[in-house]
């Protein structure tokens, strides 16, 4: 996995994945802390802006907590 630049040095992002037609980000803390995003779920529009993102290494963790919220392929 990439480590997630965090900017702001505030985001509970550690690190991505990106492959072709989805990102997997995994998270500092939480029972699960890793997430898949597909295509599928949430969609392409949204893995194509999580994946500007996180290649930014700024607003990641923000654009997830508001608008992908819970719409995820899956967790673990």
Known sequence: MTP???IN???NVE???IMDDSIT???RS???RNYSYTNQRPGVAVVNKMK???QQGHGLNSYISTTVRSTFS???
Do not use: I
Request: glycine letters at 10%; hydrophobic letters at 30%.
């Open 4 to 6: 997630y630049k965090n």
């Open 9 to 11: 040095g505030n985001s």
């Open 15 to 17: 690190s991505y994945e």
């Open 25 to 27: 980000v995994r998270f």
């Open 30 to 32: 939480g029972r699960f």
């Open 52 to 54: 500007d993102l996180a």
């Open 74 to 76: 899956r967790k673990w």
